[in-house]
């Protein structure tokens, strides 16, 4: 009998809390069914045999950015070949296309244009709001929004209320990578540090505005960065509630500037979903997101504690650029078809995770 896997089981069969430890030696376990069996019973739990999804619509702004982070194949300068900014009728005209596909969702996000006014952001949420009142808008990231509070000397609360009055949703996960600061300073040194990423979404849950998280893997942290970087979101949530859903996202290496190092494999992959999922007791949804996990891996996860696919998307292209291979966007029948494969009853959500169909 392993010890310490049955002490691990103990806690999860009576929903105490996962340490540090306990973590790590879930990572470096390799009886996978075992950590998928106590990975599901969490998923359960929390949404019974339910697997959300959402109809997205991607609305990337633009790809010219001053930060220029090393694992990132996205942002490129504004002479580069490829660069480009929507104007705020193009992004209009983004969104406009596919609201007769019934989507639910605008998902905004761009790059640090060392350009672009404040205004430009506020009034394409605006127009957005305005023409479409009912379709959530769930826009920039905590290092967007660090990013607009360092060009207009704006706090980030006040920031917030200018974009949430212009018709803001809520706030995406992604630009946490790894919460430890000397990664950051190697990978990406010109964008907000561990405790600024915090501070916005922090303050976001004071003033009632859910967001999500992410954890970006798979690069130069270790196993021990990871368990750390989950648990200063656990600890967040419990000081200040608000995280909707986690998403771990794999490291695509190719096109940025660490094509040295390996794509993780479909074993860390899984055990990442699973180890999140025991480790966050605190954060509702794991999502498994298809665009850079793969279909297939996407499709496993459901069985590794993961609750949530993402949505169709709509084309995406911050991942694509990475080298992702998976289709820009997919239809709402082949979500539900990939959530009832797995044996999972798919259920339509809206961004803020209220039911609007189940799939039986």
């Known amino acids: 009998m392993d010890v310490r896997l049955e002490g691990i089981r103990h806690k999860v069969h009576n929903g105490e809390r996962l340490s540090a430890e306990d973590g790590l030696y879930l990572y470096r376990h390799n009886d ?13 739990k929390k949404s019974q045999d339910k697997v959300f999804f959402n109809v997205n619509r991607h609305i990337n702004l633009t790809n010219i950015c001053h930060s220029r982070c090393k ?40 790059a640090l244009h060392p350009d672009l006014p404040f205004d430009y952001y506020v009034e394409v949420i605006s127009r957005l709001h305005q023409a479409y009142p009912d379709i959530h808008i769930q826009a920039f990231t905590a290092v ?9 000397g704006l706090s980030i609360r006040e920031v ?27 990978l990406c040194p010109n964008k907000a540090t561990s405790d600024e990423w915090l501070e916005v979404h922090r303050t976001a849950h004071q003033m009632g505005i859910k967001t999500n998280c992410t954890m970006l893997y798979g690069h ?9 970087h989950l ?4 600890n967040l949530q419990d000081e200040a509630p608000g995280f909707q859903a986690f998403i771990p996202l794999p490291f695509l290496p190719e096109n ?28 509702d949804h794991i999502k498994a997101f298809w665009i850079m996990l793969g279909i297939g891996i996407a499709q496993l996860a459901l069985h590794f504690g993961a609750d949530d696919i993402d949505g169709t998307v709509i ?46």
């Not at 967007?144 to 207009?152: C, G, K, L």
């Not at 209320?161 to 946490?176: F, R, V, W």
């Open 32 to 44: 996978l069914l075992a950590i998928a069996e106590l990975a599901r019973e969490a998923k359960i």
């Open 231 to 234: 648990i200063q979101l656990r």
């Open 220 to 228: 130069i942290e270790s196993l021990e960065d990871r368990i750390d």
């Open 256 to 283: 940025t500037h660490l094509q040295g190092i390996s794509r993780t494999t479909a074993v860390d992959d899984i055990k990442t979903i699973a180890v999140s999922r025991l480790m966050l007791d605190n954060i």
């Open 315 to 360: 084309e995406e292209r911050i991942m694509h650029a990475a080298g992702a291979d998976t289709e820009k966007g997919i239809t709402k029948n082949e979500i539900i078809r990939l959530i009832q494969q797995a044996g999972y009853l798919p259920v339509e959500r809206d961004t803020l995770y209220n039911i609007l169909r189940e799939f039986r």
């Open 144 to 152: 967007e929004i660090h990013y607009f509070s360092q060009i207009t």
């Open 71 to 110: 694992f990132c194949a996205f942002g490129i300068d504004s002479q580069d070949q490829g660069a480009y900014a929507m104007t705020p009728d193009e992004a209009f005209a983004w969104g406009a296309e596919v609201v007769e596909q019934g989507v639910t969702e605008f998902h905004v996000v761009s």
């Open 160 to 186: 917030l209320e200018t974009l949430q009055e212009a018709g803001m949703g809520s706030i995406p996960g992604g630009g946490a990578e790894i919460l430890n600061d000397n990664i950051r300073q190697q």
